[in-house]
Nanobody, 116 residues
Framework: QVQLVESGGGLVQAGGSLRLSCAASRSIFSVNSMGWYRQAPGKQRELVAAFTSGGTANYADSMKGRFTISRDNAKNTVYLQMDSLKPEDTAVYYC??????????WGQGTQVTVSS
């Protein structure tokens, strides 16, 4: 069973920054996709940013220019740098890594709260 361990969430004021980390217990070198999603209370889970199998980073429109996804294959870790945070960014953030259709894993989630 693959484990994804997330860290870095917390409480921050509007305009501040946070960096989320997601460490996988398995090599991420050959993943199909890897990224971050979020879910706010009463809303559906949505894409924040993700790497495709070709290494391209895709971002949700509202995160472009503020969030940056990166990865360290040697550490089996994917990061999400979040800058210029807004209260509407408040949500539980989840890491997702997919090696195949049958090997699709989610982290436990980390709370990000942005105060105004």
């Amino acid at each position: 069973q693959v484990q994804l361990v997330e860290s870095g969430g917390g409480l921050v004021q509007a305009g501040g920054s946070l960096r989320l980390s997601c460490a996988a217990s398995r090599s991420i070198f050959s993943v199909n996709s890897m990224g971050w999603y979020r879910q706010a209370p009463g809303k559906q889970r949505e894409l924040v940013a993700a790497f495709t199998s070709g290494g391209t980073a895709n971002y949700a429109d509202s995160m472009k220019g503020r969030f940056t996804i990166s990865r360290d294959n040697a550490k089996n870790t994917v990061y999400l740098q979040m800058d210029s945070l807004k209260p509407e960014d408040t949500a539980v953030y989840y890491c997702n890594v997919r090696w195949s259709m049958y090997e699709d894993y989610w982290g436990q989630g980390t709370q990000v709260t942005v105060s105004s």
